[in-house]
């Protein structure tokens, strides 16, 4: 039941935003345990994307190495490495930021922060 819905304005390249969205999505869902939670939230001039699974987390100092290309913490789980490093670029190239926070044992949340444009 949604109440109060969001009408903002981002420009993206829909193409890129979309394979971003699908490889978080996909990856939280490769990585969770149960249900994934996707949370979107306006404050200021800034939209915030949450994609957050509860699965086995990441350790604090791999955080940083995720978006590395080929960098794969779990080699058990298909995939190249690439993944998370396209979102970052594709992101940043839309002025915008990826931000991972995890918890050992309670999963990941991976923020994709876009400004918003004032049309």
Do not use: W
């Not at 994609?51 to 350790?59: L, M, P, R, T, W």
């Not at 995939?79 to 991972?100: A, P």
């Amino acid at each position: 039941n949604i109440k109060n819905m969001l009408n903002i304005d981002i420009h993206v390249d829909v193409l890129k935003f979309s394979i971003c969205l699908r490889n978080l999505i996909d990856n939280a869902l490769k990585y969770s345990k149960k249900n994934i939670h996707l949370i979107i939230k306006k404050s200021d001039n800034m939209l915030t994307i949450k994609i957050q699974d509860f699965g086995a987390g990441i350790e604090k100092e791999d955080l940083d190495k995720l978006v590395n290309p080929f960098y794969r913490k779990n080699k058990n789980i298909p995939g190249f490495g690439l993944g998370l490093t396209i979102c970052d670029k594709i992101i940043k190239s839309h002025g915008g930021s990826l931000k991972i926070q995890s918890k050992i044992n309670q999963g990941s949340c991976f923020s994709l922060i876009f400004p918003i444009q004032n049309v």
